[in-house]
């Protein structure tokens, strides 16, 4: 007979499963936590949209949409695209769903991201992102609550140390357009030494050169004008009531006047979590202030302040997580006692406690197999002279013992 082929795993694509499964779930259950304490409510929307919701909000000089997007035509001939990122589909939501009514909204979203980019560690094609924003906030008071639920949730999943946050500002519209004179007469004095990618940005989007990672690059975009003789006096008041913020909530932060967003709209407060722990793949959390984005999908003017967070790279970061432990293993030691067995887990787990049994193979081996299993609570049930008999032990310390022992004693009270 033909050997029949496996099918692969697609290249950037993940199965997650044990530990990483665990890693995962940490991040995840702390971002969840800390969105409750910053009052932030959960959205969920499309894993997929028309191109043109990313292609006019992210930007078609972006890297993200000019190679990384998966799009495709369906069957009715529509070319959609799998969402590289999670804004442009909020922004979209706020508008068609009649959200405004609801500004200013402080909302979070996670699941799966997709960018065709080059596999490797810390990078990959289906991806996880948690996300934040705030939208319909004009005041620096917004960036400055965002930006410490990212620390707070740093500091929940113990990975604060070591990832620093770097902070920018970008102005406003005038600040921008007199830095982005200064860069492009920079630039243009350099332009026979730059990448082909940044001739091209120099061009489009000039911004974006300071944000290459072409090593040709690296010394000219180094040596570029920074932003701060353009401020205007409303935009640098706007970034010291950042900052000062950030000074009395207690988020430390670094100025990186280099620091840039790929995209146009972006205004204000632009920011990365940074850590030297990943190699090359050392942003964790990154993100900004996007007053234009809204307009730029055709809505009203309505400013906004958001960041996303790489699951992937979070939960790289993390210590090793426990392996998690069972409250109550029940062994199961005579096929007699298999309904009381059944009866005692549902009784367990309508409790509260996660409970599984060991109810299969020889008898006489279940109690060994069950006292391996990490569990608080070992139970074993027997059956002697045609009564059924029920023995508890645990490890010292654990307060379930009592609790266990009388559910599952009335459990016996019941059948009798
Ligand atoms: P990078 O410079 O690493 O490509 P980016 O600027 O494209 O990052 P953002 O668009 O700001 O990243 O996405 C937010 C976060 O999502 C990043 O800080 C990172 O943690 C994560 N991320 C981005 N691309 C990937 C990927 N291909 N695989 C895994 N995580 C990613
Ligand atoms: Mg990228």
């Known amino acids: 007979m033909a050997r029949i082929e496996t099918p692969k795993r697609i290249r950037g694509t993940q199965d997650i499963f044990g530990d990483e499964q665990r890693r995962f779930a940490r991040v995840l259950e702390a971002f969840e936590k800390v969105r409750r304490l910053y009052a932030f409510q959960r959205v969920d929307i499309p894993v997929f949209e028309e191109t043109q919701v990313f292609a006019r909000s992210i930007g078609e000089t972006t890297d993200v949409v000019s190679k990384e997007m998966y799009s495709f035509e369906d069957r009715g001939g529509d070319s959609v695209t799998l969402r590289p990122e999670f804004t442009a589909g909020i922004c979209r939501a706020y508008l068609t769903e009649g959200w405004q009514q609801y500004t200013p909204l402080k909302l979070v979203t996670s699941g799966a991201v997709f960018r065709y980019e080059r596999p490797q560690k810390g990078r990959y094609r289906q991806f996880h992102q948690i996300d934040a924003e705030v939208i319909g906030a004009a005041e620096p008071a917004a960036d400055v609550e965002l930006l410490a639920f990212a620390d ?32 492009v007469s920079h630039f ?9 990618d940044s001739v091209v940005r120099l061009d489009k989007n000039p911004m974006r050169i300071l944000d290459s990672k072409d090593p040709r690059d690296r010394p000219i975009a180094d040596a570029a004008p920074d932003i701060d003789a353009h401020l205007t006096s409303e935009a640098g008041a706007f970034f010291e009531a950042v900052t000062k913020g950030l000074d009395a909530a207690g988020v430390k932060w670094t100025r990186n006047s280099r620091l840039v967003r790929g995209l146009d709209y972006y205004r204000h407060t632009a920011f990365e979590f940074v850590t030297d722990r990943l190699g090359a793949q050392g942003t964790v959390l990154a993100g900004g202030r996007y007053d234009g984005l809204i307009e730029a999908l055709g809505g009203p003017h309505t400013p906004g302040v958001g960041w996303a967070a790489g699951v992937e790279r979070l939960a790289m970061l993390l210590e090793e997580p426990a392996a998690s432990v069972l409250d109550v293993i029940v062994a199961v030691e005579d096929d007699q006692a298999i309904g009381i067995g059944h009866r005692s887990l549902r009784t367990l787990r309508d409790a509260g406690f996660s409970a599984e049994m060991i109810a299969t193979g020889s008898p006489r081996k279940r109690f060994d197999k069950a006292s391996k299993v990490m569990a608080k609570v070992l139970v074993s049930i027997n ?27 009335a459990v016996l009270e019941a059948v009798r």
């Not at 243009?188 to 082909?196: A, C, F, N, P, W």
């Not at 059956?383 to 022992?405: K, M």
């Open 188 to 196: 243009e004095k350099h332009r026979g030494d730059l990448s082909e």
């Open 152 to 183: 707070q949730l740093l500091n929940e999943l113990g990975i604060a140390e070591g990832v620093t946050l770097q902070l920018n500002t970008l102005g406003d519209a005038e600040t921008r357009d007199a830095w982005r004179g200064a860069l």
């Open 383 to 409: 059956v002697v002279e045609d009564r059924f008999v029920i023995n508890t032990r645990s490890v010292p310390g654990t307060l379930e013992a009592e609790r266990v022992t009388a559910l599952l004693s």
